[in-house]
């Protein structure tokens, strides 16, 4: 699945509790429907945010990596 995102957030060099903070300040700034993508180089990430999304009710609709970073593809619930 290719969604293009409103809104990309990069949070390469963050590190946990970071990314998951920052891309709720982001999410919670769009309107409900719109896509937000994160990029994070965090080891921890791809766990954290998949426990993120299922418990703040944004679907996670991607997750790649690509070398040592993350792109989490977030539509706001």
């Known amino acids: 699945m290719s969604v293009k995102p409103d809104k990309v957030v990069d949070l390469r060099g963050y590190y946990c509790p970071e990314p998951i903070f920052r891309a709720t300040q982001e999410i919670d700034s769009m309107e409900t429907g719109q896509v937000l993508e994160v990029l994070a180089d965090d080891p921890a990430a791809e766990a954290d945010f998949d426990?993120?999304?299922?418990?703040?009710?944004?679907?996670?609709?991607?997750?790649r990596k690509e070398g040592r970073?993350?792109?989490?593809?977030v539509r706001k619930g």
Do not use: D, Q, S, Y
């Open 51 to 63: 426990r993120w999304a299922k418990r703040t009710g944004n679907p996670l609709l991607e997750v």
């Open 69 to 73: 970073v993350f792109h989490f593809i």
